[in-house]
Each structure stands twice: as structure tokens, then as C-alpha cells.
């Protein structure tokens, strides 16, 4: 048990016996908190929806929490924001007092703890598992991370140092649970090629690109028009993404966006339909993975500017694909394929994790072969049974099982 986790509890006693608390007045939280055998989850943004998924279903199809199992999964949203946008803003933090600044947002890892920072994005997360369980502020309060990259071979060799020496004293076990892909989206009438190739798209967003005309094989309606390159925000998991997928187009180098370049939320339709220049939408192009496409497909995201509506009555206004479209076609030969890349969804956890006693009262399986591990092929992790890659599915991701041990990204 944490040192917080104890100073919480014996300072909820000591106010219960003097009367300052009364039997039932306990602290309240405003969301539910993980119990102690609750498993938890941090990291990717990208990831958070089909893990949402993956744990409490989706329309008709049930997650593993429907159950009625005792013990239940828990993945927190890496944005504090369903929708998957970036943390909000407060004047107040801003050096003038006037603009937003960021707002960390937190979250309770357990029940009976102290918040603490909202791990947002997969390294954040994966930062955060490495260093759960030798600090005051975590005691394996937090079971796996979300990521779409692969631990390196310096934080494997970090996790397995000895708690005392700050490590987890266990290697990081990865398993591969979805593919998703990244495509580039436009507007649905639109002055971009049918085709842009990732050489294209490393000489827009560095600036060398301007109009469409200097895109070698341009098929558009308007080559001298000025190309509107919009791309996530820093520190979103969608701007990580695209880049590191443009790297092996400039020599194996990172991109250097140009200051022309346009931030916007990542994952929004409205980055390129709530543009308000007839000209900018024409030309705008922003980087939009097919999970989310989906997502937003299937009605699954109701827009955020609208006030909740009480009465059943009456429907609450989606967000749509309405106005954009990706472009995932291309021709061969001369005019070459258009750009995406196809990413990976992974679970990290403590390798130890698969010692554990069985997680459910009754069952034989601890929570990682339960949820996630193959557990020698049967019986199937949930994230491998029909049920789990159905909700994937749902989620707009291709179910890829793959169970990699102790694998690392190489660097």
C-alpha cells in the first residue's frame, strides 16, 4: 500500500472518531474510482475509445464490465475528454492572464487516493506504468499502459531494475490487439490531388510545397492554389503518428513543420468543415485516422457544442463525416498510391503480471490472461474472443492479435 494511500486513510479514521466526519459523510468523488482489484489503464489517446469499447461495449454489443463480473477493467481517457480533445484552458495560466493556457487535468487511479496528473498520450502513459509502484504516489495502482509503439530496449532494461533502484523489477510484456490506419482527410469538394505521396507531404508541412501545381502529377481542379496544411496540436497522439510516419520520406529525419502550418484539434471534422474561407476548406488537408472516421460514421460522437437534452424525445445532434473524406485511393504506374500508414494498438504491462493470483472469485486465470495474454492459446483473452474483436470492430480498428512478450521497439 502507498504511503498516500495510508496518510488518506488514517487521516478519514482519526476525523470519523473525533466527529468531524459522520459515519456517512466519506469523501465523494464525481466519477466512479477503481477498486483494489479493479484493473487500470492509462496512455494513448488514439486508443482510448476502443478500450472504452473493449470495457463497458458498444450499442448491442456487451463489454467485459456488462458481465457483472466483480472485479472490472478500467482504461481512463488520456484528454479527460470523451471526445478525445486536449485538455482544457485557463486564463489564469497564461503569462498575460487574459489567453488560456493548458489545464492538467487528474484523475483518481484509485479508490481512497489522492488525484494525480491525467497520463495523456502513450509514452506518457508507458512513463507512468514505469514509474507506478516506487513513489508515494503509486503502489501498482496502475496495471497496463496504452501505446501505439513498442517499449525501448533502454525502458525494458529501466522496468527491470529493482524497485529500490527505481524500476519495477519485471519486464514489460506487449500485446498487439488492433491495427489502425492513418489517412490524409480534405474536404468532401476539394482542390487536392487524389493522390498525395509521403515525399509530397513532407515538402508541405516543411514549407517547400506551397500551391498545388509543385506536387509532381497533380490532378486537382486548381493547381496555383494555396495549400491550407492543417496538422493535431503538440503532444497529440495523431501528430506523433503522421510525423514519425513521414520520417522514412525525408531520409529517416523528423519533419520540421513549417510555422505556416495550421494547428488544429485532432481527430475533428470541423478542423477542416468549421473553416470559415471558402478558399482555406478547399485546400485544407489534416491527417485523420479510419477508427475515428469511423467512429464518427457510425454516429457514435454527438457534438460537443450542443447542451445536453433531457427529453427522450427529441435527438441529439450528432457529429458526422458530413464535409470530409479520406484519401485512401491512388493509382499505380506513373501517378503513385496515395500516403498512409497503418499503425498499431498495444497493451504494456509488468511480465510479472502473468504470475498473479486468479483475478475473478471462482476463476483460474489472473487478470492478464483474463484480459489480454494468450495464456498458452486457451482459453482466449477477451480482447480475442469473438465478443472483444466485435467491439473492436465497432471501434473502426482491425482486430490484430498478436502476443510479443518481452519485445522491444529496438531503440
Known amino acids: 500500500m502507498s504511503n498516500r494511500r495510508l496518510a488518506v486513510g488514517a487521516s478519514l479514521l482519526a476525523a470519523v472518531i473525533a466527529g468531524g466526519l459522520a459515519a456517512g459523510q466519506l469523501p465523494a468523488n464525481a466519477d466512479a474510482a477503481p477498486q483494489p482489484q479493479d484493473v487500470v489503464g492509462v496512455g494513448s489517446d488514439v486508443m482510448q475509445n476502443a478500450l472504452n469499447f473493449l470495457s463497458d461495449g458498444f450499442g448491442v454489443d456487451p463489454g467485459y464490465n456488462s458481465a457483472g463480473n466483480k472485479n472490472r477493467l478500467f482504461s481512463f481517457d488520456a484528454t479527460g475528454d470523451a471526445n478525445g480533445r486536449k485538455a482544457g484552458t485557463d486564463p489564469a495560466l497564461s503569462p498575460d492572464g487574459h489567453t488560456s493556457g493548458a489545464l492538467n487535468p487528474t484523475i483518481i487511479l484509485r479508490a481512497g487516493t489522492s488525484p494525480v496528473q491525467r497520463p495523456n498520450g502513450g509514452s506518457v502513459g508507458l512513463a507512468a506504468l514505469l514509474a507506478d509502484g516506487h513513489t508515494n504516489n503509486a503502489d501498482d495502482e496502475i496495471n497496463f499502459a496504452r501505446s501505439p509503439n513498442l517499449p525501448t530496449a533502454t525502458q525494458q532494461t529501466n522496468a527491470q531494475k529493482t524497485v529500490a533502484n527505481g524500476g519495477l523489477g519485471s519486464a514489460l510484456h506487449s500485446v498487439q490487439i488492433a491495427s489502425d490506419v492513418d489517412y490524409i482527410a ?25 500551391t498545388w501545381s509543385q506536387v509532381p502529377g497533380y490532378d486537382g481542379s486548381d493547381g496555383t492554389a494555396t495549400i491550407k496544411p492543417l496538422i493535431p496540436l503538440t503532444g497529440a497522439g495523431m501528430r506523433t503518428i503522421f510525423l514519425n510516419g513521414l520520417k522514412q520520406f525525408n531520409g529517416g529525419n523528423a519533419v520540421t513543420v513549417a510555422a505556416s502550418v495550421t494547428q488544429v484539434q485532432q481527430n475533428d471534422p470541423t478542423a477542416i468543415t468549421g473553416l470559415t474561407s471558402a478558399a482555406d476548406k478547399l485546400n485544407a488537408i489534416v491527417p485523420f485516422p479510419l477508427g475515428r472516421y469511423t467512429e464518427l460514421g457510425n454516429g457514435y460522437f454527438l457534438n460537443p457544442d450542443t447542451a445536453y437534452n433531457a427529453n427522450p424525445t427529441l435527438a441529439e445532434t450528432p457529429l458526422t463525416t458530413a464535409g470530409i473524406k479520406l484519401i485512401t485511393n491512388g493509382t499505380t504506374g506513373a501517378t503513385p498510391t496515395a500516403w498512409s500508414v497503418t499503425f498499431p494498438y498495444y497493451i504494456i504491462f509488468r511480465d510479472t503480471a502473468l504470475n498473479d493470483a486468479p483475478w475473478q472469485p471462482g476463476g483460474t486465470l489472473n487478470w492478464a490472461q483474463t484480459l489480454f495474454a494468450s495464456a498458452g492459446g486457451s482459453p482466449a483473452p477477451f480482447v480475442n474472443t469473438a465478443p472483444g474483436k466485435a467491439l473492436l470492430n465497432d471501434a473502426g480498428v482491425t482486430p490484430t492479435y498478436n502476443d510479443l512478450g518481452l519485445t522491444t521497439s529496438g531503440s
Open 186 to 210: 480534405t474536404a468532401t469538394t476539394t482542390n487536392a490531388p487524389s493522390h498525395l505521396t509521403g515525399t509530397d507531404l513532407v515538402n508541405i508541412y516543411n514549407g517547400t510545397y506551397t
